[in-house]
């Protein structure tokens, strides 16, 4: 393992020691796995910039949620309060666990507060508009990636399908020897169903051919 270390002071807040003296160990990367990103050079019209009154709505939203004298010393790991309530459980010959407060979870009462509500939907119409609606969105969203991914199947299968000449196949009365999964191919170029039996596949394509 390639390491490296760096001398760690004591940290101490009001609140107690935060972070304890001593040498923390720090994983450096291979020569190998050493990453140089790509640089984009991006002109003024290309990058997207935030409006006047974009930037005034969030920060007010940020005014709304900051956290005053924040400090992750000040929350439990619910991971260990739960190893910590399972050793006391067994110690003790309890049944039960005690409950675990996890107090990194968003406080959604402070959240629902009216003034936080209010700047967080004026954010929202700052940023999509007035009369933007989520769910609508994420629909339309959904259906146009369900509809890219169709699409791509049917490109694909319509490239497979080109390799074959079907007429040809049909006339000689090859079709019966070729897989059900070959002759799905020519069913999902032409938008057909693809369900059934092979025979029922088969007579599909041969309707389709004019046979």
């Known amino acids: 393992m390639n390491t ?93 666990m005690p409950d675990i407060k996890d107090e990194t979870l968003p406080d959604e009462e402070g959240l629902a507060r009216p003034g936080v509500v209010k700047a967080i939907e004026e954010f929202k119409a700052a940023v999509f508009g007035e009369n933007y609606d989520q769910e609508e969105a994420e629909a339309a969203a959904a259906k146009g990636g369900a509809s890219k991914k169709r699409k791509a199947i049917a490109d694909a299968a319509s490239q497979k399908s080109a390799a074959y000449d079907w007429a040809d196949l049909a006339d000689n009365g090859k079709l019966k020897d070729m897989t059900v999964m070959d002759l799905k191919t020519y069913l999902t170029a032409h938008g057909l169903p693809v369900s059934g039996k092979k025979d029922a596949i088969i007579s599909r394509i041969l309707t389709h051919l004019g046979k």
Not at 49 to 71: M, V
């Open 4 to 96: 490296g270390t760096e001398k760690q002071e004591e940290v101490i807040s009001l609140s107690g020691q935060d972070e304890p003296p001593g040498m923390h160990m720090i994983y450096l990367p291979y020569s190998d796995d050493v990453r140089y990103p790509e640089e984009v050079h991006l002109t003024s019209g290309d990058a997207p910039r935030a409006t006047d009154e974009q930037i005034k709505k969030a920060s007010n939203l940020l005014r709304r949620i900051d956290l005053k004298h924040f400090s992750v010393s000040h929350f439990a790991n619910p991971g260990l309060q739960k190893h910590y309530g399972i050793l006391e459980a067994l110690a003790l010959g309890e049944d039960e």
